[in-house]
């Protein structure tokens, strides 16, 4: 092959490439959060004609009450995308690594205007309104109007836990702290779907989780 001929072939070959990882690249950017939990079918008739509809899990109403004594419900989040998680303020293993990372992606999302952070407490009868406050003033947590610790009834957390978000929260004996939850955040999108789990130890997951949130806003809802 001549020299012309073949930095002609090469040419090519690189222009083929360039378009090959383009493509790619197009492909991660509309990729589609999966919906996450358990799901059924529906069948309709519309005009005669049937239509099976797919109904996905997702998070039911709920109540707390947040740590700036106002209620914190799915009203709260209606519409908007929010990421919950689960701790307990005297915990001595993870929740303080999490509460971190989680400082650090709420500062780091403060443009996404309608991103809400739920954090629940596992552990209300320590974890007081007052203890709550105590707590994010020792961790220096700026909070604005838009990431809430809350608190409800054991049992209640920890259904809502188990059986809405699909993660542990749980008295453990065995466990350091006395307590056993997910060091998961969860992703929940306006519709009130699950979207994702996010390890909430590990920073390179919850800029993932920062990258997902702008991909959905920017993919499903076209904002």
């Known amino acids: ?23 790619n690249k197009q492909e991660v950017k509309k990729r589609v959060l999966p919906i996450l939990g358990f799901h059924d079918t529906e069948l309709t008739i519309e005009d005669g004609e049937e239509r099976i509809d797919t109904i996905f899990h997702k998070v039911s109403d709920f109540y ?52 809400i952070i739920v954090s629940h407490t596992i552990d209300p009868e320590r974890d007081s309104i007052t203890r709550l406050n105590e707590y994010i003033e020792l961790l220096d947590l700026e909070t604005r109007d838009d990431w809430f610790f809350v608190r409800g009834s054991q049992e209640y957390t920890y259904d809502i836990g188990k059986y ?12 350091e702290g006395g307590f056993l939850h997910s060091e998961h955040f969860v992703l929940v999108d306006r519709e009130g779907r699950i979207r994702g789990m996010y390890e909430g130890t590990d920073p390179q997951q919850v800029k993932q989780l920062e990258v997902d949130i702008r991909q959905l806003i920017a993919i499903e809802y076209g904002e």
């Open 64 to 115: 707390f009450m947040g740590h700036n004594n106002s209620p914190v419900t799915n009203l709260t989040v209606n519409g908007k995308i929010y990421v919950a998680d689960f701790f307990f303020t005297h915990c001595p293993t993870i929740c303080p690594i999490m509460t971190k990372n989680l400082a650090e992606f709420h500062k780091n999302t403060a443009d996404i205007e309608e991103l």
């Open 1 to 23: 092959m001549k020299i012309g001929s073949l930095n002609s072939f090469l040419i090519i070959i690189a222009a083929i490439l360039l378009i090959s990882c383009s493509e």
């Open 164 to 175: 809405q978000y699909l993660v542990n929260a749980d008295i453990d004996p065995a466990a």
